[in-house]
């Protein structure tokens, strides 16, 4: 579909104006109304002087959503973050908003409702498929092991203790 400018610049615009979007989803929504690199240029020049476009705004929360809804933990977050062309001052700078109490409150949760429903054939078993689950959350593994134990009835002396 091939649109003018002024066209492009009224349905970017709608589509900013619905939830909160990084540039690169603009420029990619631009590039499939086959507009040129100068006129996309000048619509995402247009959208950030009218704050229908900001980086920081988007980037806060997406983090905000991402954690509350999808349980998801800081560094799968920064990965889903960057792959949307975000910079890495405007990743810090909106995490440094979020407490980390927030991640280990998140990764409790998870730990707590997945180790209901995990099996094992013994608690190093469970252990460990805990640990893969939620790294694949995106927590690191210092949260991991700190939350732990807080949940299994076991101790971080144990034989089976990862490091």
């Known amino acids: 579909m091939k649109y003018s400018e002024s066209q492009a610049l009224v349905k970017a615009a709608a589509y900013c104006s619905k939830a909160e979007r990084a540039e690169s989803d603009v420029r990619r929504k631009l590039s499939l109304?086959?507009?040129q690199p100068d006129e996309t240029q000048?619509?995402?020049?247009r959208l950030k002087k009218e704050n229908y476009l900001n980086e920081d705004r988007f980037c806060?929360?997406?983090?905000?959503?991402?954690?509350l809804f999808n349980k998801w933990g800081r560094i799968k977050i920064i990965f889903e973050l960057k792959k949307k062309q975000i910079s890495e001052q405007t990743i810090s700078r909106s995490f440094d908003e979020f407490?980390?109490?927030a991640f280990e409150d998140s990764l409790l949760k998870v730990l707590t409702s997945k180790a209901k429903t995990t099996k094992g054939k013994d608690e190093y078993?469970?252990?460990n498929k805990l640990i893969r689950f939620a790294l694949g959350r995106g927590y690191s593994y210092d949260?991991?092991?700190k939350c732990l134990p807080k949940i299994l009835k076991t101790n971080t002396d144990d034989e089976y203790y990862l490091e």
């Open 99 to 101: 407490e980390s109490d």
């Open 60 to 67: 806060r929360s997406f983090i905000k959503d991402k954690l």
């Open 125 to 127: 078993d469970k252990r």
């Open 42 to 45: 000048r619509i995402i020049s």
């Open 33 to 35: 109304w086959e507009l």
């Open 143 to 145: 949260q991991i092991q």
